[in-house]
């Protein structure tokens, strides 16, 4: 037992001394740098350059321009009229996937009041589809039919007297029919651009589509050879940088480690008391080798006591027995025999 509590408290030691006197390690580069710019300062924080593109690299298409030729607020007319009347809630590809799956019925039946506000765009575009398809060729079938079989379609056929002086009425006629002139050719014009435009559009629609598809294969070039710098450059610096890590361990690590003991652990008091230990364990070495040294002088003076002590026992007993009957009545000394056991 004590062989061991003194190879623990040697051990002790020397981890004191050698952890306590070691200078603190340093990193064996502070910065690093790669080929293509790539860099990691002390603490590890990678900058990545940025991912370079081939040479004589290029897209043709670029960025399309368009003209909308002054139909501007027209479009965004019809724009605004489409995604606010008929879309307000943006293309319904829930339903598509409801039908699909035969739960629109009971989908319908469960929420039908906000089926009604996301649809009531295309319920009044229904309702006007039909008054076109239906009415309008309807009455135009009733004026024919007054027109062709009773000669009375807007009325007599004739010209009262007093509607020949009438001035006013024909110019709010004419202002009227002028008008409405106008907003036809107008409509016309913008039919017209149009057409030309979608003319244009088509015309360009080769060279475009070659482009666009040409610029699709180098784009995919490019990817694939960003895709190699990313898995080769910037993996070999990565590796690179953990192995510098790897070599600074005792900076990166142990450092962050003794700090974090010195003011969490209590390692800095449980270190003092070690090397306080260490100079009590000193004292006690050299007293008990004091001790030692002191048992060995008394066993060696209790054998020499128990010696003379049954010595004399026995030369009281020779005189005794010389004496005869001149002695009768001296003390019994037959038990005069002393044993001492130094090691008890």
């Given amino acids: 037992m004590g062989t061991g509590y003194i190879s623990i408290a040697i051990f002790i030691l020397f981890c004191c001394f050698h952890f306590g006197n070691a200078a ?4 064996s580069w502070t910065a690093w740098t790669d080929s293509v710019g790539n860099t990691a300062n002390e603490n590890s924080d990678v900058v990545w350059a940025p991912i370079p593109l081939p040479d004589n690299t290029s897209y043709k298409l670029g960025a399309i321009e368009y003209d909308s030729r002054g139909l501007e607020p027209l479009y965004n007319f019809a724009k605004a009229f489409i995604n606010g009347a008929v879309f307000p809630y943006g293309v319904s590809w829930g339903v598509i996937d409801k039908i699909i799956n035969g739960t629109l019925i009971n989908d319908v039946t469960e929420n039908y009041l ?20 239906f009415l309008f060729p309807l009455i135009g ?8 079989c009773c000669n009375n379609c ?24 002028f008008v409405l002139i106008t907003f036809i050719v107008a409509g016309m014009i913008c039919v017209y651009i149009s057409n030309d ?18 610029d699709l294969v180098t784009f995919i070039d490019i990817f694939v050879y960003q895709i190699k710098h990313v898995a080769l450059a910037n993996f070999n610096f990565t590796k690179d940088v953990i192995y510098r890590d790897l070599d600074s361990i005792g900076y990166i ?4 480690v003794r700090s974090t003991l010195k003011t969490s652990g209590g390692v ?16 006690i070495a050299l007293a008990l080798i004091d001790l030692n040294i002191s048992i060995s002088h008394l066993q060696s003076n209790a054998t020499t006591l128990e010696s003379a002590v049954n010595q004399l026992g026995t030369d009281i007993r020779t005189d005794i027995t010389a004496c005869g009957v001149y ?18």
């Fill in 268 to 283: 800095d008091t449980a270190l003092d008391s070690a090397f306080g230990l260490a100079s009590k364990v000193d004292t």
């Fill in 197 to 214: 435009q979608m003319t244009d559009t088509v015309t360009t629609f080769d060279s475009t589509a070659s482009n666009a598809l040409d």
């Fill in 141 to 148: 079938m009733c004026f024919c039919c007054c027109r062709c």
């Fill in 327 to 344: 002695c009768t009545g001296a003390p019994d000394v037959s038990e005069l025999n002393v044993t001492i056991d130094a090691n008890a």
């Fill in 24 to 27: 603190d390690p340093v990193l």
């Fill in 114 to 133: 906000d089926y009604v506000k996301e649809f009531a765009g295309y319920g009044a575009l229904i309702v006007i589809g039909f008054l076109f398809i």
């Fill in 253 to 256: 690590v142990g450092i962050p």
């Fill in 154 to 177: 807007g009325g007599a056929m004739k010209q009262k007297p007093e509607d020949a002086d009438n001035h006013c009425k024909r110019r709010t006629f004419a202002v009227i029919l």
